[in-house]
């Protein structure tokens, strides 16, 4: 159970903000207070570089970044060592790509992923077409962005060898079913990439039962900090994948005629000094995420999600995109108003909220619509607050946008 | 007090001429003339997607049209913008931009010269609708520099 009350304590940005409406979660969530203690007691009692000294200070870093692989493979269920922390999901996706691409993939090879993906999950796959010669094939996801596993089964044939979709797609939180997507994927012989941003810290993921490849997500989508994205890979394929940075702290040695000597995974893929705080930040989102539990957190935005609904269902004006998938995700449009008014009227009324393509700019080629209001929810969000959107939205008209400006 | 025309000091008003100008948007059609500049204004931050379209000759701004999907303030803001600046020449058009921007930043700004534009004068306390107002006037002002040395 949610103890939601309790719960509002432990984010700063909501003590500072009591009657900001937070509900643009889908963007980024707010930190607890322990997150950010966690960031900073590491530049006020042990500001060291990983990896390198001999003395206390460094080894407490070293072992607090290490202890966030740990976490975070608990969190996932997965191995400490099938964990890397890059700059962010977009990072860690095109890392994944890259990695596949020059070694799994040849020319007239087939990816399949959807047109309902964040660009992040698609920008680096039209490289690997450019590039490589790959071919591009979208799974039919109906109008809600759930994928027709008919159309996936059709598609399916020996020479597909990776499948690349969100876990939670960005703009109508459809959930995939992945388990058969993944079975019937690896039935064939191809790689499974998820991208999990949004469904990391919202429901329960475990690698190991789902047998995925290849998963990214990032820290600040999950009450951790800003400047870190995980990826997964299981670790066969992990170490067979070649980084694309190179440089200090990834290589064991290296000479004068050019030979390098580089790390295992994960450490191959963090060249550089690490964002150390922010992997230990977001270490400590993993335990303040298991200790609130995953499925207390999604069965509390499902409840959130279905009484905001019945709510919305009962107003003429409003369309709703995606009535019936169980994220913590509405997403709409207010009858003959442009999403941005709508938005706008909303943030003058203290209600955060996103509107536009949402960074999916060809899902309109499946929801007929190029702009829409999303509405995402997190476990420390109200009943209450539900209330209140409810009425601002009722009261969205033509004339009302405009009327924010006098 | 201002020299500015009553009937714009009346919140109703300005209201209702920016619902008018979204509604109804005036110099709203595209057209297939090489005389035109061009500027397609699709804002990175958001779903405005316009593109607006001058003809200028002998330092005189002959014509404004524009077409494109965009919001309530970005629609009604770029069809003021055409009606208040056909007819000008580029210095006077140029001010007018200027003092608009100002307007915009929430500075003093000359409200007779705004005419009907100063219906925005308010979105300066609404940051993120800032580049909405914005977008039309723009394009303009990238237009009218680019022309500016030739002409």
Not at chain 1, 273 to 279: D, M, R, W, Y
């Amino acid at each position: 159970m949610i103890d939601v009350k309790k719960i509002r304590q432990d984010f700063p940005m909501i003590i500072n903000h009591p009657d900001l409406i937070y509900f643009d979660n889908g963007a980024t969530t707010y930190k607890p207070k322990r997150v950010i203690d966690a960031i900073l007691s590491f530049y006020e009692n042990y500001t060291s570089n990983v990896e390198r000294g001999d003395y206390p200070t460094a080894i407490l870093a070293d072992k607090a970044y290490h202890q966030t692989r740990e976490k975070v493979a608990k969190l996932i269920n997965s191995e400490a060592k099938e964990i890397a922390f890059l700059a962010n999901d977009t990072a860690a996706l095109n890392q994944i790509y890259y990695g596949i691409g020059k070694k799994y993939l040849k020319e007239g090879d087939v990816i399949l992923t959807t047109k309902a993906e964040h660009a992040s999950n698609l920008l680096p796959l039209y490289r690997l077409k450019d590039e490589k010669g790959v071919e591009i094939k979208y799974i039919d996801v109906d109008i809600e962005g759930n994928i027709n596993l008919d159309s996936y089964k059709e598609l399916m044939n020996e020479s597909v060898k990776l499948v690349a979709i969100a876990m939670v797609t960005n703009v109508l939180g459809s959930i995939q079913p992945l388990k058969e997507i993944i079975q019937i994927a690896h039935k064939f012989n191809a790689l499974v990439s998820i991208d999990a941003a949004q469904a990391i810290g919202h429901q329960p993921i475990d690698v190991k039962e789902l047998d995925i490849d290849f998963m990214a997500f990032s820290s600040h989508k999950m009450c951790g900090p800003d400047g870190v994205g995980v990826l997964y890979g299981k670790y066969n394929l992990l170490e067979s994948i070649e980084p694309i940075l190179l440089g200090g702290g990834m290589n064991a040695r290296y000479y004068s005629d050019g030979s390098i000597k580089l790390k295992k995974a994960p450490e191959v893929f963090e060249a550089g000094t690490p964002n150390i705080e922010g992997v230990i930040g977001l270490g400590e989102a993993c335990e303040y995420l298991m200790d609130i539990g995953l499925e207390n957190i999604h069965e509390y935005e499902k409840e959130l999600r279905a009484y905001c609904l019945n709510k919305m269902k009962e107003i003429d004006s409003v369309i709703i995109y995606n009535e019936t998938n169980d994220s913590g995700v509405i997403t709409f449009n207010i009858k003959d108003i442009f999403a941005q008014d709508a938005a706008g009227y909303l943030a003058f009324h203290n209600i955060a909220v996103r509107s536009g393509n949402h960074c999916a700019k060809i899902l309109h080629e499946v929801i007929n619509s190029d702009q829409t209001i999303r509405a995402s929810f997190y476990f420390y969000n109200t009943f209450e607050e539900i209330d209140k959107f409810i009425e601002v939205v009722k009261n969205i008209t033509k004339e009302s946008v405009i009327d924010i400006f006098f | 007090m201002s020299k500015q025309s009553d009937y714009l000091n009346d919140a109703t008003i300005l209201r209702e001429l920016i619902m008018d100008h979204y509604q109804y948007p005036h110099n709203h059609k595209l057209v297939k003339d090489d005389r035109y500049l061009s500027r397609h204004m699709a804002s990175e931050s958001c779903i405005d997607d316009i593109t607006v379209q001058t003809y200028i000759k002998d330092g005189i701004i002959k014509d404004i049209q524009f077409d494109g999907v965009a919001c309530t303030i970005s629609t009604a803001s770029t069809s003021m913008m055409s009606d208040l600046l056909i007819g000008k020449t580029l210095a006077e058009a140029k001010v007018i931009v200027e003092e608009y921007f100002k307007m915009l930043d929430g500075k003093e700004y000359d409200e007779d010269i705004l005419e009907e534009a100063i219906a925005f004068k308010n979105v300066y306390k609404q940051a993120n609708r800032i580049k909405c107002a914005s977008i039309g006037w723009n394009a303009i002002q990238e237009m009218i520099e680019e022309v500016e040395p030739k002409e």
